[in-house]
């Protein structure tokens, strides 16, 4: 599979191999970190969350990982298909009902 | 079910004019929040609304403002607009009960001040 190390704009993954997308968020007193995936011409849609005292959350071929010791967010997509091909942004939440959100990554899968 | 919708999809207005910008919330959603994505701030939290009462804000300039109706329907204003303010406007609604972290987007309503 192919993993981006930093946050970097953008990813292109061959079909079927599995892709890791970071992100590294500042803020400490958040307590939800969340995946959400944009494709060309609609709103962001959710893909999975993990709360704050967590460090793994899997759900149907993704799995995020949290680590607070450095400040990051990494979703890992398992066998990637083209319909994964989007922008995918985390996004923080603290106790209250606003989203913020990082710099997108736009995942282009390989035919 | 119906999803978010907003209206218009795309609109043109010249700089000093005002805009409002409609959503319709997912039936029995009562919060709705609204969002501002540009290519260089990305999306960045405007306001969010439920029962009528605006309980969160974002670090934006008085000249955006919103409000939400009995029914959950909402509408963002923006007054004496300026070049920057072209961007895509997004709604969100959430289910009631929820963490408010799976909000669901609409398709938004891309506007260009000329």
């Known amino acids: 599979g192919e993993s981006v190390g930093l946050h970097l704009p953008t990813l292109s993954v061959q079909e079927g191999d599995n892709s890791i997308i970071n992100c590294a968020y500042s803020n400490s007193a958040s307590d939800y970190f969340i995946w959400y995936k944009q494709e060309s011409g609609k709103g962001p849609q959710f893909i999975i969350d993990i709360r704050s005292n967590m460090d793994k959350r899997q759900g149907q071929r993704v799995t995020v990982l949290l680590n607070k010791t450095v400040k990051h967010l990494s979703l890992q997509i398992a066998a990637t298909q083209p319909g994964d091909s989007a922008v995918y942004f985390c996004?923080?939440?603290?106790?209250?009902?606003?989203?913020?959100f990082g710099a997108g990554t736009t995942v282009t899968v390989r035919a | 079910k119906a999803g978010v919708t907003q209206t218009p999809r795309y609109l043109i207005k010249t700089r000093g004019q005002q805009v409002t910008l409609s959503c319709s919330p997912i039936?029995?959603?009562?919060?709705v929040s609204w969002y501002q994505q540009t290519p260089g701030q990305g999306l960045q939290f405007l306001f969010e609304y439920f029962s009528e009462t605006q309980r969160n804000k974002g670090n934006f300039p008085g000249r955006f403002s919103g409000r939400q109706f009995s029914n959950s329907r909402s509408e963002m204003n923006v007054s004496t607009l300026e070049l920057g303010d072209s961007a895509l406007y997004l709604c969100?609604?959430?289910?009631?009960?929820?963490?408010?972290?799976?909000?669901?987007f609409g398709p938004g309503t891309r506007l260009t001040v000329l």
């Open positions: 969100a609604s959430t289910p009631p009960s929820s963490s408010y972290n799976e909000q669901f």
């Open positions: 996004a923080e939440r603290e106790n209250d009902y606003k989203l913020s």
């Open positions: 039936s029995g959603h009562r919060s």
